[in-house]
C-alpha cells in the first residue's frame, strides 16, 4: 500500500481551467499545506478538451497532472461529460432536453442534453475514448469519475429520441403489447394501445396519467442514465481494466434507483451538502452517509463533494458555523466514508457558483474557512487506519426507490412523503445510537436480526417472501401503514393488503380493511401498552390469528377501537412480526424502538433516546459527535468526553480499540451547566475495552 492509500482522501473538485497559470503554482502549494491527496479534475471542462469537434487539447491538462503528480497529489480524473460543449447545442439543437411541458431547454446552464441523445452519446463517448486511451497509465491516476451527478439537473426528457428510446425499453420490458396492456391496466379509461407505435412518453395530460406508464418512464429515466455511465465506464475499462470508476450520487435522489447504479460503481461516491440553518439535518446526512455504505453492500465510500461552508442555490446561503466543516466531514468518516472531497478548492471569480464557498476561499489563505480546511486535512492524517473498515449494523430499514415514486404518485390515498416516513423510523434508532443499514425489500436480510419496512408500499412476490421469512428465521419484522399495497406493475393486492393473501399477511396475521387518513393534522391518542399519540393516519386493521397481540388501539377517530399497533411472535416467543397501522409521534417511536430492540437482543449505545447527539462504531473506534449549539458531557467507559456544540470526537485507536458489551441502566451524560433540561434523558454509552471487566456486571 502507498502511502496515500493509507489515507483518509482529501481534497476535492480542481478547476484550474478557469485561472490563469500563474495561480496554478500557488494552488500546488496551498493543496500541500492543507495535506491535500487527492484533486478531482475536468469535471467541467469538456469545452477546453475539445474546444471543436473533434480536435483535442490535452496540453494544459497534461500539465496539471504532471504538477498535481510532482506534489504527491493523486487525480480522480473526470469524463467531462456532464456538460456538454456550445458547439454540441448548435450542430444539434435535437441533443437538447424538452419538458414535460413540451418546452426544449436552451444552452447557456449546464446538463443540457437529453439522456437518449443520439448526437450526445456519440460525441461524449469519443470524449471518453480520447481521454482514457490518453491518461490510462498515468501513476498519479486514482480514479476515474464518470459524468457528474446523474440526473441533475435533467433526469427525464420527453423528446422525440427519448419517446423512441422508451417504446423499446417497454418492448424489452414486456415483449407484447398485450402484456403492455395488462400491467399498466389499459382497460381503465380505455387507453388500450394496438402496438407499442401508439405508446408514448408521459407528457403533461388532461388529469391523472397512467400510474405505471408514469412510473415505468421513472424507472426507465433512470435506467437510460445509467446506461450513459455504463457506456463511458466500458472504454475506460477497456483502457486501465484496474482503475476504480465511480459516479457522483446525491444522497436520497427520487430520479435515480441507487440499487440498480451500484452492481456498476466500483466506489460508491456521494454529494452532500447540508442544511446549516436546519438544525436536524445532521439525520438526513446521517441516514445518507448510512445509506451509500450500504449501497456498497458495507464498503467504503467516498465523500465526493461537500462544501466548506455556504453555498449558493438556498434562500439563503447560510454559512457553516466554526465546527460544522469538521463536524460533517467526521461523520462521513464514522459512517464508512474513506475520503472528505469537497466542490471546490479554489473559489471561482466568475460563472453561476462564485458565491459558493470552497477550500480556498476568495479571502485567501489567512481565513476562518482555510484555517479549518488545513486542521481537518491534519486531522484526517491520524485516521488512516479506518480506510476500508466496516461500520457494523444488525437493524436493516427497507428503503425502495418503487415504493418512493409510488406512493408520491396523484391518485394515492393520501399525499406521503415516503422519505420522511423511512427518516422518522430511521430516527428512532439513530437517538440511541444504534447503528442502521438500509436494504432493499427483495434483499436478503440474514445478516440483520431486526427488519424495518416502512410504507413498503410497492411489494413484489420476491419482496413479500423476504419479508415474511424474517420473523420465520426467528428475527424481528416491522412493517408500517401502507405497506404491500401493490405489486411492481401497481396492481392493488387484493383481500386486505399487506402484500394480499399469503406469507407476508400470515406472518403478520392482520389484514388491511380500509384507509382512514385524517384531514387534518391534529394528533390522536393510541391505548394500550404501546400508548401515546399518532397523527395522519388511521385505518381498520383486522386481526385474523390468535396468536396476534393487540398491544394499542385507535382511542379517538374514524378507526377508534379498531387496532393500531399489533405483534405476533412465534412458537416459545422466537421471531416477532410487527404491524404499526399509524404514524407514531416520535416519543412513541421511541417506545416501539425500545421493544424492536429488546425483540432482537440489539443493545443500544444510549440507554435513553437523544436529540442532537450521534454516535457509531466504526473499526476500531467509536465515534461520537454532538449536533447540537450546547456543550454537552457524556460518560463514556468511565471516561468523562466533554464535547462542545458541534463537536465530534472518537475514542479508541488501532492499538487499543473499543468493542461494546451491552447496555447499562441509568443516564450518565452530565450536563453542562444550563444544559440540565436537555440532557436528562440521556442514557450511558457503554463501552469496554477488552480485559475490563463488563460494565452491565
Ligand atoms: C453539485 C455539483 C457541483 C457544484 C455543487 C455546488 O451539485 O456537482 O459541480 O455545482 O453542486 O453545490
Redesign the pocket.
Known amino acids: 500500500m502507498s502511502e496515500i492509500a493509507r489515507r483518509i482522501r482529501y481534497g476535492g ?1 480542481y478547476n484550474p481551467e478557469q485561472w490563469p497559470t500563474t495561480v496554478w503554482d500557488e494552488d500546488v502549494r496551498l493543496m500541500q499545506q492543507a495535506h491535500v491527496t487527492t484533486a478531482t479534475i475536468a ?2 471542462a469538456w469545452a477546453k478538451l475539445e474546444p471543436a469537434p473533434g480536435q483535442y487539447d490535452f496540453g494544459w491538462l497534461d500539465d496539471v497532472f504532471d504538477r498535481l503528480s510532482r506534489a504527491g497529489i493523486r487525480v480522480i480524473l473526470a469524463t467531462a461529460t ?1 456538460s456538454p460543449p456550445a458547439w454540441l447545442a448548435h450542430r444539434h439543437p435535437e441533443s437538447l432536453p424538452v419538458t414535460i411541458d413540451g418546452v426544449r431547454l436552451a444552452f447557456g446552464s ?1 446538463q443540457q442534453f437529453s439522456p437518449s441523445s443520439a448526437a450526445y452519446r456519440h460525441h461524449a463517448l469519443r470524449l471518453v475514448t480520447e481521454l482514457a486511451a490518453r491518461y490510462a497509465d498515468h501513476p498519479a491516476l486514482e480514479a476515474w469519475h464518470v459524468g ?2 446523474y440526473g ?1 439537473h435533467v433526469t427525464r426528457s420527453y423528446d422525440p429520441e427519448t419517446a423512441e428510446a422508451f417504446r423499446i425499453w417497454l418492448h424489452n420490458r414486456y415483449g407484447d403489447i398485450d402484456t403492455l396492456n395488462a400491467a399498466w391496466g389499459t382497460a381503465f379509461w380505455s387507453q388500450t394501445y394496438r402496438s407499442f407505435a401508439e405508446v408514448g412518453v408521459p407528457s403533461a395530460a388532461p388529469m391523472i396519467r397512467n400510474p405505471t406508464q408514469v412510473l415505468d418512464f421513472d424507472r426507465f429515466s433512470s435506467d437510460a442514465l445509467l446506461e450513459l455511465y455504463r457506456a463511458e465506464a466500458e472504454i475506460i475499462r477497456s483502457y486501465a481494466p484496474d482503475t476504480p470508476i465511480t459516479t ?1 450520487f ?1 444522497s436520497f435522489f427520487k430520479d435515480v434507483d441507487y440499487w440498480s447504479w451500484t452492481p456498476h460503481v466500483d466506489v460508491v461516491s456521494d ?1 452532500l ?1 447540508p442544511d446549516p440553518a436546519d438544525p436536524r439535518s445532521y439525520v438526513l446526512s446521517a441516514a445518507t452517509r448510512d445509506l451509500m455504505r450500504s449501497l456498497g453492500a458495507g464498503k467504503s465510500w467516498l465523500l465526493m ?1 461537500q ?1 466548506t461552508s455556504a ?3 438556498r434562500p439563503p446561503n447560510v454559512p457553516l458555523a466554526d465546527g460544522r466543516h469538521r463536524l460533517n466531514s467526521l461523520q462521513a468518516v464514522a459512517r464508512g466514508a474513506d475520503g472528505v472531497l469537497h ?2 478548492w479554489r473559489q471561482s471569480a466568475a460563472g ?2 462564485k458565491f ?1 464557498s470552497a477550500m480556498l476561499p476568495h479571502a485567501g489563505e489567512d481565513t476562518r474557512v482555510h484555517r479549518g480546511v488545513r486542521a481537518l486535512g491534519a486531522e484526517l492524517r491520524e485516521l488512516g487506519d479506518l480506510v476500508g473498515a466496516g461500520v457494523p449494523a444488525r437493524v436493516a430499514l427497507c428503503f425502495d426507490w418503487d415504493s418512493w415514486r409510488a406512493i408520491e404518485q396523484d391518485g394515492t390515498p393520501a399525499t406521503v412523503d415516503y422519505l420522511d416516513t423511512v427518516l422518522r423510523f430511521y430516527e428512532g434508532f439513530l437517538r440511541r445510537g444504534v447503528t442502521v443499514d438500509f436494504l432493499h425489500p427483495e434483499a436478503d436480510s440474514t445478516a440483520y436480526s431486526l427488519v424495518v419496512a416502512p410504507a413498503a408500499h410497492v411489494l413484489s412476490d420476491d419482496a413479500v417472501h423476504a419479508l415474511a421469512s424474517v420473523p420465520a428465521r426467528g428475527g424481528t419484522l416491522v412493517v408500517t401503514y401502507l405497506s404491500g399495497v401493490v405489486d411492481e406493475n401497481l396492481h392493488v393486492r387484493l383481500g386486505g393488503y399487506l402484500g394480499g393473501e399469503g406469507a407476508l399477511r400470515s406472518a403478520l396475521g392482520v389484514r388491511v380493511e380500509e384507509f382512514a387518513p385524517v384531514a387534518d393534522s391534529t394528533a390522536f391518542d393510541v391505548t394500550g401498552d404501546y400508548a401515546g399519540a399518532s397523527d395522519f393516519w388511521q385505518e381498520l386493521i383486522r386481526v385474523d390469528d390468535a396468536q396476534v397481540e393487540v398491544v394499542s388501539s385507535f382511542a379517538s377517530g374514524f378507526a377508534a377501537g379498531s387496532p393500531a399497533i399489533t405483534v405476533k411472535r412465534g412458537v416459545g416467543g422466537a421471531g416477532a412480526a410487527w404491524y404499526v397501522g399509524t404514524r407514531p409521534s416520535t416519543a412513541l417511536v421511541d417506545k416501539l424502538v425500545s421493544a424492536w430492540l429488546a425483540d432482537s437482543n440489539i443493545p443500544a449505545a444510549f440507554e435513553h433516546a437523544v436529540t442532537g447527539i450521534e454516535t457509531v462504531l466504526r473499526g476500531s473506534r467509536r465515534f461520537v459527535a454532538n449536533h447540537s449549539e450546547a456543550p454537552v458531557r457524556l460518560s463514556v467507559d468511565n471516561r468523562q468526553i466533554e464535547l462542545s456544540g458541534h463537536d465530534c470526537t472518537w475514542i479508541g485507536t488501532r492499538e487499543e480499540p473499543i468493542e461494546i458489551t451491552s447496555t447499562s441502566a441509568g443516564p450518565t451524560l452530565i450536563p453542562s451547566e444550563g444544559e440540565i433540561q436537555r440532557c436528562e434523558h440521556v442514557g450511558a454509552l457503554m463501552i469496554a475495552r477488552p480485559g475490563s471487566p463488563d460494565p452491565a456486571e
Open positions: 473538485d469535471v467541467f456532464a449546464r457528474n451527478e441533475n457522483n446525491m454529494d451538502y463533494e462544501a453555498v449558493n442555490w466542490f471546490q453561476a457558483e459558493h
